[in-house]
């Protein structure tokens, strides 16, 4: 899973981005200064891969991972993201909109004020736009083609209604056949988005106003806010696991921000994980909660979603008790689903297929 993450110049974004992967990415000391596009996958923690792997002493163990793309950042003279911008990140699976709620005079704001709540809407209004004007453009050439009839034109019709109010898209606001229509799109405003403040050493959570009003504007628009303290968590990024811990229990933390923003991605998207076993391979996979198993064999091989026939499904930890596949199977405790299955989090599957 991939989520490119955006916001204004120097909201802090490349130091989110190192205390969320532990890299040492270049930081950009004034507005206006372009760099280069960052990336890192970022292992979800999964303790359920360890276990599994001290059973089947594979290979290789596999955990499943998070994409996290830092793009360049370049406004346009009316104060928006620039479609530059944007289009690095319109293949995102999801977006993460990194502001700025911290104060330091010695970092330059470029709208001169520390106005979180506005910074947000500044960034999504840059969203609505840039999908609008695509819609518009696709509605025009509909048009002309005297396709006003087609079930095409009147959803964007019904989209673009929808943006013109300044609302998301969303990911709930479209039918599945609606979005299957439009996934050639790659709509920015109908992806997850996560907000994440980037706030002080010293910031009060609780009582920090522009805080404040960021959680509310975040949650009028039905958006989840998660806050991180961008310079220390940097820091800790970069030191040994065992001195994390230590700094972590100073700050009163249990983990670091890496794992606690994954958790909260996973959690925001609903996302689950399957798992696969064998002597080459344990391996975790993501997929959206009540993904059918044929979708789920996807994930792992197109040619198994092509040929599947039967899932062989486990729970792990039913397997872990057991000890394995071969007494699973001796036991009769392996079940045969078939392609319509929902897949639930922490099955292990065996594809049975034919190509």
């Known amino acids: ?29 004034a507005a206006g200064v372009k760099k280069q596009t960052n990336l890192a996958d970022v292992q979800v923690p999964d303790i359920r891969v360890e276990k599994l792997a001290a059973i089947f002493n594979p290979k290789k163990k596999v955990h499943a991972t998070v994409l996290f793309k830092d793009v360049q950042t370049e406004i346009t003279t009316s104060g928006g993201l620039a479609p530059s911008t ?3 990140i319109r293949s995102s699976d999801a977006l993460t909109v990194i502001v700025r709620a911290f104060e330091a005079e010695a970092v330059y704001h470029p709208f001169d004020k520390i106005d979180p709540a506005a910074d947000l809407k500044r960034i999504l209004d840059s969203l609505v736009f840039s999908d609008y004007e695509i819609i518009a453009k696709r509605l025009e050439r509909l048009d002309k083609e005297a396709k006003r009839g087609s079930r095409e034109f009147q959803v964007l019709e019904k989209l673009s209604k929808r943006l013109e109010e300044g609302s998301l898209i969303g990911v709930d606001f479209m039918a599945p056949e609606e979005s299957s229509l439009t996934a050639g799109f790659s709509f920015l405003t109908a992806k997850p988005v996560i907000v994440v403040a980037n706030i002080g050493a010293d910031t009060d959570e609780e009582k920090d106003p522009g805080l404040k009003n960021l959680r509310m504007e975040a949650a009028r628009l039905g958006l989840d806010l998660f806050a991180i303290r961008g310079d220390q968590e940097m820091e800790i990024a970069q030191l040994s696991e065992e001195d994390q811990q230590e700094f972590l229990a100073d700050l009163g933390l249990s983990e670091p921000a890496r794992n606690r923003f994954i958790q909260h991605i996973y959690t925001s998207l609903d996302l689950i994980s399957f798992l696969t076993v064998g002597e080459d391979e344990v391996r975790a996979w993501s997929i ?23 899932a ?18 001796k036991q009769g405790k392996l079940r045969l689903e078939g392609k319509n299955y929902v897949v639930q989090d922490g099955d292990v599957l065996t594809i049975r297929f034919n190509v």
Request: proline share 4%.
């Open 86 to 88: 944007l289009g690095e």
């Open 1 to 29: 899973m991939e989520t490119g993450i955006i916001g204004l110049p120097l909201a802090g974004k490349t130091t989110i981005f190192n205390a969320l992967t532990s890299q040492q990415a270049h930081l950009s000391s």
């Open 288 to 310: 959206p909660r009540d993904t059918v198993a044929v979708k789920a064999a996807g994930k792992i091989h197109s040619d198994l979603e092509k040929g599947f026939i039967r």
């Open 312 to 329: 062989e499904v486990i729970h792990n930890e039913e397997l872990l008790a057991l000890g394995g596949l071969g007494p699973a199977r």
